[in-house]
């Protein structure tokens, strides 16, 4: 009878993700990588979001998508987050970062990436093939955002120093001892990258990096992809069919399509579940994992900026434990690191593996999380006919402005019905 248990099952069927893809998927993941590669010379489509969706849209598809997330919503912007730290590490990524100064200290950070957040819920949330719509105005600014940046950092005066920006501009250093040294033990026995030949350096003159690039986007897809696609069950979403998965894909698809990402370089460029895990799997093994074998001070800077902001919201987090979860889900080495963690980040490391990996499995209990997270966020963008009971010395610092986008009621017959005329209706 054990054999018919429907939680053994599903336990088989999570196994089974960890498993490596067959030699042809293998293959062809190898060459979408190298052509995904291929994207470094090629700068990100700017200017006004285009005014029909692509051949390929499916709207049945990406509503399942944003659905998944409406019912996950708190799993999910926790892998967005321990995602957003291994993004760090790429100096293609770090380096506009420190040079922009606008995430280097704890309250720039909480402000930068708050915004972050709240675009990206909007973009979940709302109808971003709706005219007027605040998510489709939001995936405009994102876009004119990324324009003023790749027109400044490409500059021919400005590009020099951006590729010289190190530690000097990271401002006060912080003051918890460094742990570095742990990472760099774990990590010194990973194979390193094979595809370091390919990989373009910002600080080659007679070849000039070009910022803003399309595998730089691409790069960014895997960050709000990549984990939830190969590990869903360590992130709330233990149930979660493969049906919303391929809508989880489909929809950053479509996004990637709207900030600018041509087809060959989308990351998600193919509703194939299994495909796309492969693509994510050798990802995440040949490229993210050895990054962490360089990884540097400015890495470890900025990643605390981005923690300690986050904790003006999530109270406790910190890049200790955000490190410690990520390194736990994809098998990332890391004894040294977890044996030198402050006891209480311990805990709160402690704490996110028992939520989200196995207090999930209780139907109702991702609501609940996802409730509390919405709630948190709310705090800050400050939206006074929810929070005005909330006592004001227990408030986050307040970001003016994001209301407009912190649509989160989901309207799912309306959203689908705008964007199966989005033809009809124009941009």
Same mark, same amino acid.
């Given at each position: 009878?054990?054999?018919?248990?429907?939680?053994?099952?599903?336990?088989?069927?999570?196994? &089974?993700?960890?498993? *490596?893809?067959?030699?042809?998927?293998?293959?062809?993941?190898?060459?979408?990588?190298?052509?995904?590669?291929?994207?470094?010379?090629?700068?990100?489509?700017?200017?006004?979001?285009?005014?029909?969706?692509?051949?390929?849209?499916?709207?049945?598809?990406?509503?399942?998508?944003?659905?998944?997330?409406?019912? %996950?919503?708190?799993?999910?912007?926790?892998?967005?987050?321990?995602?957003?730290?291994?993004?760090?590490?790429?100096?293609?990524?770090?380096?506009?970062?420190?040079?922009?100064?606008?995430?280097?200290?704890?309250?720039?950070? /909480?402000?930068?990436?708050?915004?972050?957040?709240?675009?990206?819920?909007? =973009?979940?949330?709302?109808?971003?093939?709706?005219?007027?719509?605040?998510?489709?105005?939001?995936?405009? #600014?994102?876009?004119?955002?990324?324009? %003023?940046?790749?027109?400044?950092?490409?500059?021919?005066?400005?590009?020099?120093?951006?590729?010289?920006?190190?530690?000097?501009?990271?401002?006060?250093?912080?003051?918890? *001892?460094?742990?570095?040294?742990?990472?760099?033990?774990?990590?010194?026995?990973?194979?390193?990258?094979?595809?370091?030949?390919?990989?373009?350096?910002?600080?080659?003159?007679?070849?000039?990096?070009?910022?803003?690039?399309?595998?730089?986007?691409?790069?960014?897809?895997?960050?709000?992809?990549?984990?939830?696609?190969?590990?869903?069950?360590?992130?709330?979403?233990? $149930?979660? &069919?493969?049906?919303?998965?391929?809508?989880?894909? %489909?929809?950053?698809?479509?996004?990637? $399509?709207?900030?600018? #990402?041509?087809? !060959?370089?989308? /990351?998600?460029?193919?509703?194939?579940?299994?495909?796309?895990?492969?693509?994510?799997?050798?990802?995440?093994?040949?490229? #993210?994992?050895?990054?962490?074998?360089?990884?540097?001070?400015?890495?470890?800077?900025?990643?605390?900026?981005?923690?300690?902001?986050?904790?003006?919201?999530?109270?406790?987090?910190?890049?200790?434990?955000?490190?410690?979860? +990520?390194?736990?889900?994809?098998?990332?080495?890391?004894?040294?690191?977890?044996?030198?963690?402050?006891?209480?980040?311990?805990?709160?490391?402690? +704490?996110? !593996?028992?939520?989200?990996?196995?207090?999930?499995?209780?139907?109702?209990?991702?609501?609940?999380?996802?409730?509390?997270? !919405?709630?948190?966020?709310?705090?800050?963008?400050? !939206?006074?006919?929810?929070?005005?009971? =909330?006592?004001?010395?227990?408030? *986050?610092?307040?970001?003016?402005?994001?209301?407009?986008? =912190?649509?989160?009621?989901?309207?799912?017959?309306?959203?689908?019905?705008?964007?199966?005329? /989005?033809?009809?209706?124009?941009?």
């Amino acid at each position: 009878m054990a054999d018919q248990c429907p939680y053994l099952k599903k336990l088989a069927s999570l196994n &089974s993700e960890k498993r *490596p893809g067959n030699g042809a998927n293998k293959t062809v993941a190898e060459g979408r990588l190298v052509q995904l590669l291929e994207g470094q010379t090629v700068p990100v489509q700017m200017g006004n979001l285009p005014n029909a969706p692509p051949s390929w849209y499916n709207p049945i598809k990406f509503q399942q998508g944003q659905e998944f997330v409406r019912r %996950h919503f708190a799993g999910i912007s926790l892998a967005h987050f321990v995602s957003l730290i291994t993004m760090l590490t790429s100096p293609q990524i770090l380096k506009p970062l420190i040079f922009t100064q606008k995430s280097e200290t704890v309250l720039k950070s /909480f402000k930068r990436y708050i915004g972050t957040v709240v675009h990206v819920t909007s =973009w979940y949330f709302g109808d971003v093939w709706q005219k007027d719509n605040p998510a489709r105005r939001s995936i405009q #600014i994102v876009r004119n955002m990324h324009d %003023h940046g790749c027109r400044q950092m490409n500059h021919p005066d400005r590009r020099p120093q951006v590729d010289n920006t190190a530690m000097a501009e990271c401002g006060k250093p912080f003051d918890e *001892p460094s742990m570095l040294p742990s990472l760099h033990i774990d990590t010194q026995a990973l194979a390193s990258c094979p595809y370091v030949g390919l990989r373009r350096q910002t600080n080659k003159q007679e070849d000039p990096y070009v910022y803003f690039n399309q595998f730089d986007m691409a790069d960014s897809q895997f960050a709000f992809v990549g984990v939830l696609v190969l590990f869903p069950h360590k992130f709330g979403a233990t $149930y979660a &069919s493969d049906d919303e998965l391929r809508g989880f894909i %489909h929809f950053w698809r479509c996004i990637g $399509y709207l900030l600018g #990402i041509e087809d !060959r370089f989308n /990351f998600c460029d193919d509703d194939n579940l299994e495909l796309t895990r492969d693509l994510c799997r050798h990802y995440l093994d040949k490229m #993210i994992k050895p990054a962490f074998k360089e990884a540097s001070a400015e890495f470890e800077h900025m990643a605390r900026a981005v923690a300690k902001g986050a904790s003006l919201y999530y109270p406790g987090v910190s890049f200790e434990s955000l490190f410690a979860y +990520y390194a736990n889900v994809v098998g990332l080495p890391s004894n040294n690191f977890i044996h030198h963690m402050p006891f209480f980040q311990w805990l709160y490391f402690l +704490y996110l !593996r028992l939520v989200f990996s196995v207090l999930c499995w209780i139907p109702g209990v991702m609501r609940l999380f996802s409730s509390l997270t !919405r709630f948190a966020i709310g705090l800050v963008v400050a !939206r006074s006919d929810t929070v005005s009971w =909330w006592p004001k010395n227990w408030k *986050p610092p307040q970001v003016g402005g994001l209301d407009l986008f =912190w649509t989160l009621i989901p309207k799912a017959k309306k959203v689908k019905s705008s964007q199966s005329n /989005f033809v009809q209706n124009g941009a």
